[in-house]
């Protein structure tokens, strides 16, 4: 994916997610999921937080990390302006 269309696609993406009302959780969900996963952002939501880095931590731990912490602000970010 091309960083100068992320922000777009994110925010078009993000747009078809119902606003969660308290009746429709089930629903919110399947496309919050769906969404996150389309664009690649659902480590997050996948994966267990993964150890603290140390010294020791190999390249392929590291990038894990990195991209792990990207995967959980991007989908804070996502819930966070669903729900506004």
Known sequence: MNGASFPANLSFMVS???ILTGTNLSEWKEKVEFTLGVLDLDLALREDEPNPLTEESTEEKK????????????????????NS
Request: proline residues 4%.
């Open 63 to 82: 990038k894990f990390y990195k991209n792990w912490e990207k995967s959980k602000h991007t989908d804070h970010y996502v819930l966070k302006d669903d």
């Open 16 to 18: 078809s997610v119902p």
